[in-house]
């Protein structure tokens, strides 16, 4: 998503949110009618269901915790500022952790042939690697392919959808992938 796009999202979101929140009445002791009080939220932290089990440095706490996807805008292979924020999440997880090799994966759902697909897809996830190379990854523990606009993760034709399919998605791996 675009700097502009994704912050009117978070708007979007956070009103909603605001408004749900708003729209629940209180009892006398502070409770809202839903058994929640709204002044404890966000106040332990304590696992979402099904995630107490998520082991420091694991596959999942980099899935959970620190991101493996970057969106671009159309046509681009810039990197804005919440890509860069969860590259640098990656960096220092990598880091921590140097036990991980990690695959970009490039895709693309923009205007052009399947060439210019690829193409592009590569570039995205040749900046996503570089990015980690200058945040101090060793290059030989990453190794990024562009695959233009297979595996999509949204068909409709919206705008809204098209985006999520303009990424790069890291994935890490016990070994580096030879046969890429």
């Given at each position: 998503?675009?700097?502009?796009?994704?912050?009117?999202?978070?708007?979007?979101?956070?009103?909603?949110?605001?408004?749900?929140?708003?729209?629940?009445?209180?009892?006398?002791?502070?409770?809202?009618?839903?058994?929640?009080?709204?002044?404890?939220?966000?106040?332990?932290?304590?696992?979402?269901?099904?995630?107490?089990?998520?082991?420091?440095?694991?596959?999942?706490?980099?899935?959970?915790?620190?991101?493996?996807?970057?969106?671009?805008?159309?046509?681009?292979?810039?990197?804005?500022?919440?890509?860069?924020?969860?590259?640098?999440?990656?960096?220092?997880?990598?880091?921590?952790?140097?036990?991980?090799?990690?695959?970009m994966q490039?895709?693309?759902?923009?205007?052009?042939?399947?060439?210019?697909?690829?193409?592009l897809s590569?570039?995205?996830?040749?900046?996503?690697?570089?990015?980690?190379?200058?945040?101090?990854?060793a290059p030989?523990?990453?190794?990024?392919?562009?695959?233009?606009?297979?595996?999509?993760?949204?068909?409709?034709?919206?705008?809204?959808?098209?985006?999520?399919?303009?990424?790069?998605?890291?994935?890490?791996?016990?070994?580096?992938?030879?046969?890429?």
């Amino acid at each position: 998503m675009g700097g502009s796009t994704a912050a009117l999202a978070r708007g979007i979101l956070v009103c909603a949110g605001l408004t749900a929140l708003a729209a629940c009445s209180t009892t006398g002791s502070g409770e809202v009618a839903s058994g929640i009080n709204p002044n404890t939220i966000g106040e332990t932290n304590d696992p979402a269901a099904g995630f107490e089990n998520v082991k420091p440095g694991s596959e999942q706490d980099f899935i959970l915790n620190v991101g493996r996807r970057i969106f671009f805008t159309s046509g681009s292979a810039t990197l804005d500022s919440v890509a860069r924020a969860t590259l640098d999440n990656q960096i220092a997880f990598l880091n921590r952790y140097p036990q991980w090799f990690a695959k970009m994966q490039g895709f693309a759902d923009d205007p052009g042939g399947d060439a210019a697909m690829v193409s592009l897809s590569q570039k995205r996830a040749d900046a996503v690697m570089s990015y980690l190379v200058a945040g101090g990854i060793a290059p030989n523990r990453l190794w990024a392919k562009g695959y233009g606009k297979d595996r999509p993760v949204c068909t409709r034709t919206e705008n809204e959808c098209r985006v999520q399919n303009r990424r790069v998605v890291v994935n890490l791996q016990e070994k580096r992938d030879e046969t890429m």
